[in-house]
């Protein structure tokens, strides 16, 4: 069984610059969801990706955006980048929309400058 | 909106010594709660789940309803018990028809088991 993937591992971008992340999710899973972890804080949900279709959003502005692929992996990404931005992107697959217990990626390190 | 309230940023027991981090929350629903562990330099991770009420890595952890708690606790504290431990309720919502599944997780707290 594969874990979730992500990737890159770290990346820096400056202000107004647009960024994208990646995620392939766990074997058998069709379900992605995002969250955004800044420093110290518990992550915190951005949106969820099912059938190739934004399936829920958070609280999150429009330039964060998302595409999900007929293989169920993900793509994040946010357009001009803003310094609050700077945070551990992570990738959760499940197995179904509903389902809650949900299998983490490693994160990408996010820094803005 | 719901919200998980872990009181504890940080917390240090020594080694033998019985731990609890506390969980409370605000939901209208019934819950169905986890608690998810992250290690230094691993991966969050499920530790566990109310509704199995399995015990993992000797943890447990009861709902109560009224006092909308969900306290984590195991009775003798390991040095590899030492990680972030977040308390995360679910929500379950629908969107133009399809439900879907989000944690909200807590701030964490630092557990510190010393030797």
């Given at each position: 069984e594969t874990g979730v993937t992500q990737s890159p591992t770290h990346l820096i971008k400056t202000r107004g610059q647009q960024v994208t992340l990646r995620c392939s999710s766990q074997s058998g899973h069709n379900t992605v969801s995002w969250y955004q972890q800044a420093l110290g804080q518990g992550p915190q949900f951005i949106f969820q990706y099912y059938r190739e279709e934004e399936n829920g959003r958070g609280n999150?502005?429009?330039?964060f955006s998302g595409l999900q692929f007929p293989n169920y992996s993900s793509e994040l990404n946010v357009n001009a980048?803003?310094?609050?931005?700077?945070a551990l992107y992570l990738c959760a697959s499940s197995?179904?929309?509903?389902?809650?217990e949900q299998f983490f990626g490693p994160g990408t390190r996010l820094t803005v400058l | 909106a719901q919200r998980v309230t872990q009181p504890e940023k940080l917390l240090s027991v020594f080694k033998g010594a019985p731990v609890e981090l506390k969980c409370n929350y605000s939901y209208s629903g019934s819950p169905e709660l986890f608690w998810y562990v992250q290690y230094s330099r691993q991966r969050l991770q499920l530790l566990l789940r109310h509704i199995s009420r399995e015990s993992i890595k000797g943890f447990t952890a009861d709902l109560n309803k009224g006092e909308t708690s969900f306290h984590l606790k195991k009775p003798f504290a390991q040095e590899e018990d030492s990680a972030m431990y977040y308390c995360a309720p679910p929500t379950v919502a629908n969107a133009g028809g399809t439900s879907y599944g989000k944690l909200t997780f807590g701030q964490g707290t630092i557990l510190t088991v010393h030797p």
């Open positions: 999150f502005p429009p330039r980048l803003e310094l609050d931005d700077s197995p179904s929309p509903g389902n809650n | -």
